[in-house]
């Protein structure tokens, strides 16, 4: 026997899963910047998040590397720039966002679709022995 949900159940009922859940990431992407990679990701709700980790992984490694751990802000876009990426060899890059949550963990992927060229990699070296 089926019952009919009214409106205002659920819109508790989902208010109530949002709360669960943490953060809604609405976007999370990686793209590059010259011969860094910009990762970017924003939030429609922080409810509950504890903090942002953020990893890299290249084609040929087995398993991810921790870049940094972002506290929330409140603020609903957020920003790193990986400026170690052309020292790697070995993309294309994986990178994955974890949001640790007091209730639970979600993790999502973003892959740049190929490695920086030898310029690219040349000239961030090149940059950053000035830096």
Known sequence: MLRKVGFPLLVLLLLSVSLVFGATVTLFQASY??????????????????NYELYRK????????????????????????????????????????????TATDHSYLSTLDQAPSAVQRSWGSIKSMFR
């Open 33 to 50: 910047d010259d011969a860094n990679a910009q990762i970017i990701w924003e939030v429609g709700s922080e409810a509950g998040v504890e």
């Open 58 to 101: 290249a084609n040929n490694e087995p398993a991810f590397t921790k870049l940094t751990t972002i506290s929330p802000s409140g603020q609903d876009h957020y920003q790193y720039l990986d400026s170690e990426v052309h020292r790697e060899i070995g993309g294309p890059f994986t990178y994955r966002l974890t949001v640790r949550t």
